[in-house]
């Protein structure tokens, strides 16, 4: 079993819906951080959580520590959110990822 | 948090060939992490390469396959030797800002034919 376990693996919407995609870890964590990878493969950090709730834009990430889960949702998805997301953990001095949630949103 | 340039963005190379892979930041760092992430996997550490000294290599990694230059504070290689199609991955640096995160640069796609 991996340390880091992301859902839905994919992950296909119309344009507006809301979007949710979770992840669960099985360690000790410092931080969790979510991450958007292009197709090109560059990686751009989202959010970095130790606790609580975080809102950027139409994006929101929430941590529950107790329950060792984390949600990113968007809110009113667009084509150009079309991506993968990737929850990573800070497990002592390294980040562990997902495998990621593949996400396309269709006009 | 600051930027990095990473160098090239693909390649396609012959088996046998090496490829170095360079990473700028705009901003001095102690350590730079470098991660491969192999065809539908997800990212796995290869090295941390700190400033004047030898980089320290995650298991499975070893220094003669994948050695790292560290050469100042604001930039790094990667190079990627006597490679096989195996080695066909997506490469990227990073870099920690403590509380601020991680950047990452923008990817190296490798393919090896």
């Known amino acids: 079993k991996n340390e880091v376990e992301q859902s839905p693996q994919n992950l296909t919407a119309q344009e507006g819906e809301f979007i949710t995609i979770n992840c669960s870890y099985s360690?000790?964590?410092?931080?969790l951080h979510w991450l958007q990878q292009h197709p090109g493969g560059g990686i751009v950090s989202l959010f970095m959580l130790s606790s609580g709730k975080k809102k950027h834009g139409r994006l929101i990430a929430t941590i529950n520590i107790q329950e060792k889960h984390s949600s990113l949702h968007i809110t009113a998805s667009h084509p150009r959110d079309s991506a993968v997301y990737i929850c990573?953990?800070?497990?002592?001095?390294?980040?562990?990822f997902g495998t990621g949630t593949r996400l396309q949103v269709f006009p | 948090s600051a930027v990095i340039s990473q160098k090239p963005s693909r390649d396609i190379c012959q088996r046998g060939t090496s490829l170095t892979i360079q990473c700028q930041v705009d901003?001095?760092?102690?350590?730079m992490f470098w991660y491969r992430q192999q065809p539908g996997q997800s990212l796995t550490l290869i090295a941390t390469?700190?400033?004047?000294?030898?980089?320290?290599?995650e298991s499975g990694f070893v220094i003669d396959k994948f050695p790292i230059s560290r050469p100042n504070l604001t930039f790094s290689t990667l190079t990627v030797s006597n490679m096989s199609p195996e080695d066909s991955s997506i490469y990227l640096c990073?870099?920690?800002?403590?509380?601020?995160?991680?950047?990452f640069g923008s990817g190296t796609r490798l393919t090896v034919v």
């Open positions: 990573a953990v800070r497990y002592t001095d390294k980040l562990i």
């Open positions: 390469a700190n400033q004047g000294s030898e980089a320290t290599y």
């Open positions: 990073s870099v920690n800002w403590g509380r601020y995160g991680y950047t």
């Open positions: 901003s001095q760092v102690t350590m």
């Open positions: 360690v000790g964590i410092s931080a």
